[in-house]
């Protein structure tokens, strides 16, 4: 055997891509592999019951489809239970009544180091509403779990649970992710679950108050933050000195643009990235108060990321009258990412997308995506995509509405330049109207040679005539020509230079004739 074997990291590295079935057969070939395969098998557990299962047979059963410990674990049951236990690294649990006599009999261990104690990564289901019989002792247990050093939680639960898990005081945490299922939690539950936890390094979570957010301005490791502002954050929002120190991503969800605004106001952010979500569309005026402030808070060096989502179109909105402008963003010389999706979108032509080009060098992923709202043909067209191809070199991911109606009597002739993304193998072409799909795939095969899938009219933007089923199978019919106009321009280009060095052989050959004769 290979010394390389020997190393159980290396072991584990490859144990991990293996099936559980194929796992089993490890453990039983070679002495060698046994503790290896068996941290890998426990290492992420969906629920208790395979702990449980490994205790003798006569402590357990299964009564009707439900598993059940029969007696008290004795000391040698506690052995056996802790030498499988010390391997997790990652449980989920969803709150059963019927487990509560599981919890129960978990509750005396000899020592608390016999549960879980390489336990990291946590994940709770619990949506009851109320203090339900047996949910105490789930909580208990998850008490003694918790002792020690837990790193990351998942919750998705009910206010009351959120509020129980917070008398845990599980103050290791360093990520956190607090989500509801249908009705929302209360901004003073979660402030009053997360005032503790000043070691996080990342939290994604619902509403939070004012206070909450002062206690999270000043958590010293902070880098990752992702909260619903709601509309009673005060319009002179202000934190205490230096906040935020440590935060690079910032996500802000609302259901109106002003708690944005306020937060974006309170203070200069030294971020990576931005994002904003919105329950509904604003207003045109507030679109342009938004994107001249980002330039004003948000460090233009070290800014790589801007993403504003709108979830659906105000009755308002109209695209052609309300079209906004891009301008205060150029400033931001570093972007790599740039995201705009919703009803409302910049106005640009192949001029005002050169200009984004131009300023965006490094840009990797442009997302221009109307997904509601009121249709606007676009004013892009395919020589605009030269332009974009050729002052962002490293663009690999894009959707962009492009006019691809083709004038018969001069239709675009593939660029004769060097523009070749070979990044590119995806593109969500929006809202795009097209008509020669011949013509288009093979000046698209020039550009974007490596491209393998097209993406078009998924939304729910109203296309004038009812085309967007026809416009759709058009562009699938582009990306399987694309790839066909790709193979022959590749064939092409061997073959000629096959005949150029079959060219210059011969020409080398006649000038070595007379050097020989003489």
């Known amino acids: ?54 205790l003798p047979h006569d402590l357990w059963s299964t009564s009707s489809g439900e ?85 990351a939680a998942q919750l998705i639960v009910s206010e009351h649970a959120l509020a129980a898990f917070s008398d845990l005081g599980c103050t290791s945490l360093r990520h956190l992710v607090i989500q509801s299922h249908k009705v929302a939690i209360s901004a003073n539950v979660t402030e009053d ?18 206070r909450a957010l002062h206690h999270l301005a000043q958590f010293p ?44 106001k309170a203070t200069n952010w030294n971020i990576r990235c931005f994002h904003h979500r919105m329950d ?9 108060v938004l994107l001249e402030l980002l330039p004003m808070q948000l460090a233009h060096k070290s800014l790589k990321c801007i993403s504003l989502h709108t979830a659906s179109p105000h009755p308002d909105d109209d695209p052609i009258t309300n079209p906004f402008s891009l301008k205060p963003l150029l400033s931001f010389k570093n972007l790599l990412i740039l995201e ?22 490094q840009l990797r992923v442009l997302i221009l995506h109307q997904k509601a709202g009121l249709y606007r043909v676009p004013q892009v067209d395919l020589t605009g995509l030269v332009l974009l191809l050729e002052h962002c070199p490293e663009l690999h991911q894009l959707a962009l509405s492009v006019n691809a109606i083709i004038d018969t009597k001069a239709p675009p002739a593939p660029p004769m330049s060097n523009i070749s993304n070979k990044l590119i193998t995806f593109i969500n072409f929006s809202n795009s109207p097209i008509t020669k799909t011949a013509e288009v795939a093979a000046f698209l095969s020039a550009i974007v040679p490596n491209l393998r899938e097209t993406l078009s009219w998924t939304g729910e933007v109203r296309c004038p005539g009812g085309n967007a089923q ?49």
């Open 67 to 151: 598993l059940v410990i029969r007696g008290p674990l004795r000391p040698q049951d506690w052995e056996v239970f802790a030498r499988y236990s010390r391997r997790v690294r990652s449980l989920r649990l969803r709150w059963f009544a019927s487990d509560a006599k599981l919890y129960r009999a978990l509750l005396s261990p000899p020592d608390p180091s016999f549960l879980l104690p390489n336990l990291r990564t946590f994940t709770w289901h619990c949506l009851s509403t109320r203090s339900a019989a047996g949910l105490d002792d789930m909580i208990a247990f998850m008490r003694l779990i918790f002792c020690h050093n837990l790193a």
């Open 1 to 54: 055997m290979h010394q390389c074997l020997h190393l159980e990291e290396i072991l584990q590295e490859i144990f991990k891509n293996a099936d559980y079935r194929s796992l089993t057969i490890l453990a039983r070939t070679c002495r060698l592999f046994y503790e290896p395969v068996l941290n890998v098998i426990y290492s992420d557990l969906q629920e208790l019951e395979p702990l449980i299962k490994c």
């Open 193 to 210: 679950a997360i005032c503790k936890l000043s070691a996080l390094r990342s939290l994604t979570c619902g509403e939070v108050s004012v």
């Open 280 to 288: 509904a569309g604003y207003d045109p005026a507030g679109r342009k």
């Open 340 to 361: 705009l999706v919703g009803a409302i979108l910049p106005e640009l032509d192949n001029d005002g997308l050169q200009k984004l080009a131009v300023a965006w060098p």
């Open 221 to 264: 490791l902070l880098s990752r933050l992702t909260v619903w502002l709601g509309d009673d954050i005060p319009s002179a929002l202000t934190f205490p000195r230096f906040p935020f120190s440590k935060l690079r991503y910032l996500t802000i969800n609302t259901k109106s643009l002003g708690p944005c605004l306020s937060m974006l």
């Open 470 to 518: 026809e416009y759709r199978k058009r562009w699938d019919d582009v990306t399987e020509l694309v790839h066909v106009f790709a193979e022959v321009r590749r064939q092409e280009r061997e073959a000629c230079m096959h005949a150029l060095g079959k060219s210059e052989l011969v020409r080398s050959q006649k000038q070595l004739r007379p050097s020989i004769i003489n």
